[in-house]
Nanobody, 120 residues
Framework: QVQLAESGGGLVQPGGSLRLSCAAS????????MGWYRQAPGKQRESVAL???????NYADSVKGRFTISRDNAKNTVYLQMNSLKPEDTAVYYC??????????????WGQGTQVTVSS
């Protein structure tokens, strides 16, 4: 079992920055890919940024050049640095992790979500 604890959301003005963190805890063999997703009111949840265990990254076109995903494998933590925030970035942001249990069962886990609001 895996628990994902998210933090770092809040209210920020356009052009501002926020740093989200997501720490995985519990019993698992390995955390593979990790990512950040977001869901704005009235919209489907979408992928924002993904990072593989080896550090390879992918970003949604809407956030390229503004957001940076990173991870600390020793701490089982993934981060999302968000710069030059825009009102359209307003959403609930969710951390996701692809994990193998100690019995080698493969599952995806989700954080509880953290609200990011960009407004002047």
């Amino acid at each position: 079992q895996v628990q994902l604890a998210e933090s770092g959301g809040g209210l920020v003005q356009p052009g501002g920055s926020l740093r989200l963190s997501c720490a995985a805890s519990g019993s698992f063999f390995r955390i593979n890919d990790m990512g950040w997703y977001r869901q704005a009111p009235g919209k489907q949840r979408e992928s924002v940024a993904l990072i593989a265990s080896g550090g390879e990254t992918n970003y949604a076109d809407s956030v390229k050049g503004r957001f940076t995903i990173s991870r600390d494998n020793a701490k089982n933590t993934v981060y999302l640095q968000m710069n030059s925030l825009k009102p359209e970035d307003t959403a609930v942001y969710y951390c996701n992790a692809d994990a193998l249990s100690r019995s080698l069962s493969h599952s995806y886990y989700w954080g509880q979500g953290t609200q990011v609001t960009v407004s002047s």
